[in-house]
């Protein structure tokens, strides 16, 4: 099942966006649907609003009175937090009980505005922000009868649009023709959505394409990294001793393939095969791997690993598993290091890429033809540098 988070801010245009999620076949869970469900009258959830709030926000059936509940929570921060207290917990329990009971090939999504404020963002495969201009989105709310004063106090009250950009994997910007906005979302759709949906379903993670490209530095490669880092510790926990952005994509201002190279950090493998179907469920897929031995440490046995990758064809990532003060473990945030102090080992490195790059067009053997140049070149110069320096690796 892939689970996708669909916020924006209050008038940014996330209905329009999840109508035609729904259409093209998501099953879509509205967080203010539910808001309000777990409110009705009769309910636990009405019955703790009044014991907080009082018997002043039912309107004369007995039913929540919206707008005055409103009035009192959206000029009251402490009062919306104790709000929140009371509704988030039972929306999000009505959420999973319905998501529960889909199809487990079903694409979900959530429609759920507060993603950014209530933390959630880790625990869904993908995350879609809807963006529009403020003052576009005060006149859609104008258009809904909401005083711009109300509006406002309701704008300010939510995140921001950057900290929803900081949390998500996806931006649509919803500030012109609706039928372009709907074209954005269908090849969302097709080109990411449901091939990450296949891959989850067929449990494999999206590989690196096998026609070499080599890209400079994107600046969502930090974003991305955050991303699915965050996604591993919700699922490990305090058994990822270290979750470490690595390889070229964590070099500023460097030629690098398009693909996120992670390390974590375990006191034992043994430990990621204990989590082998949380990360499946999470999206990723690996098996045991290994690394190129260098010459101190010859042993196959010392460079054993997990190599893990992600479900998403958006954010192509390599996630390697080492254990602790393994001589893998620690080449790989020496080599990082190295290269982020050292502009003559850029240099060198970024040469030999280019070289290598123009004789071989095809990934895997480019891969393979630059293990050399890691034994005979980086290896020994890399750790020249770190007694020269005093680096030593970092533990926690």
């Avoid at 404020?117 to 922000?129: K, R, S, V, W, Y």
Wanted: hydrophobic share 40%; net charge negative; with cysteine.
């Amino acid at each position: 099942m892939l689970r996708v988070a669909l916020t924006g801010g209050i008038g940014a245009g996330k209905s329009t966006v999840a109508a035609k999620l729904s259409e093209l076949g998501a099953r879509v869970v509205d967080a203010d649907a539910l808001s309000r469900e777990v409110v009705a009258p009769d309910t636990e959830g009405l019955a703790a609003v009044v014991s907080r709030f009082g018997p002043g926000v039912l309107d004369d059936e007995g039913a929540l009175d919206r707008a005055e509940l409103a009035a009192i929570v959206f000029s009251n921060p402490s009062a919306r937090a104790e709000l929140e207290a009371i509704v988030h917990p039972r929306v999000r329990a009505r959420a999973r009980e319905l998501t529960d009971a889909m199809p487990d090939d079903a694409i979900v999504v959530q429609d759920i505005p507060l993603l950014a404020e209530t933390g959630q963002a880790p625990g869904f495969h993908l995350n879609i922000d809807v963006e529009a201009p403020r003052e576009l989105r005060l006149e859609r709310l104008a258009a809904r009868g909401l005083p711009r004063a109300d509006a406002e106090r309701r704008i300010d009250a939510q995140a921001s649009d950057a900290e929803r950009r900081e949390v998500c994997d996806v931006v649509l910007h919803n500030d012109g023709d609706l039928h372009d906005l709907e074209h954005r979302v269908k090849l969302l759709w097709d080109e990411r959505i449901t091939p990450f949906a296949e891959n989850l379903r067929l449990g494999r993670y999206e590989p690196r394409p096998d026609k070499l490209q080599l890209v400079h530095t994107d600046p969502e490669w930090a974003h991305r990294f955050e991303h699915l880092a965050a996604r591993i510790r919700r699922v490990m926990g305090p058994s990822a001793v270290r979750i470490d952005h690595v390889g070229s994509t964590a070099v500023p201002d460097f030629l690098a393939k398009d693909v996120i190279d992670i390390q974590v950090t375990v006191v034992a493998l043994y430990l990621v095969d204990s989590f082998q179907d949380a990360l499946g469920d999470a999206g990723f897929f690996g098996k045991v791997g290994q690394d190129t031995p260098k010459p101190e440490y010859p042993s196959v046995e010392q460079w054993e690993k997990r190599f893990y990758g992600y479900a998403d064809p958006g954010n192509i990532a390599h996630i390697h598993f080492r254990p602790i003060e393994s001589p893998g473990q620690r080449f790989a945030l020496l080599f990082r290091d190295w290269l982020r102090a050292d502009p003559q080992a850029r240099a060198d490195y970024a040469h030999a890429k280019g070289a290598l790059a123009a004789k071989f067009d095809s990934t895997p053997d480019y891969t393979e033809a630059k293990e050399s140049w890691f034994s005979t070149e980086a290896w020994p110069r890399a750790n020249a540098w770190a007694a020269e320096t005093g680096w030593h690796a970092p533990v926690c």
